[in-house]
């Protein structure tokens, strides 16, 4: 999986959570808790879909590795690698 299926997939489970956000225009240095007006339990629910589509388990820890849509393509794919896929 590179890093345009991981943006594609990213953007898919962004779009289920912040559906009247137009991801196309969002700067990928962005907050995108305050780009996209998400809380933490949009966040969680995020997670937990990436988690499904992946098998990727990402503990709360790292939930300032995901501000970003760059970081969060970055983080996503170093865990994937990790794996194995």
Request: net charge negative; no cysteine; glycine share 4%.
């Amino acid at each position: 999986m590179n890093d345009f299926d991981i943006g594609t997939m990213v953007r898919e489970e962004l779009s289920n959570i912040a559906p009247e956000a137009d991801l196309a225009t969002i700067d990928p240095a962005a907050d995108l808790r305050e780009a996209l007006d998400i809380d933490s339990m949009d966040l969680l629910n995020f997670v937990t879909a990436i988690h499904q589509r992946l098998g990727i388990d990402i503990p709360e820890i790292d939930y300032p590795k995901l501000a970003t849509l760059s970081s969060m393509i970055a983080y996503l794919k170093k865990k994937r690698d990790s794996v194995g896929g």
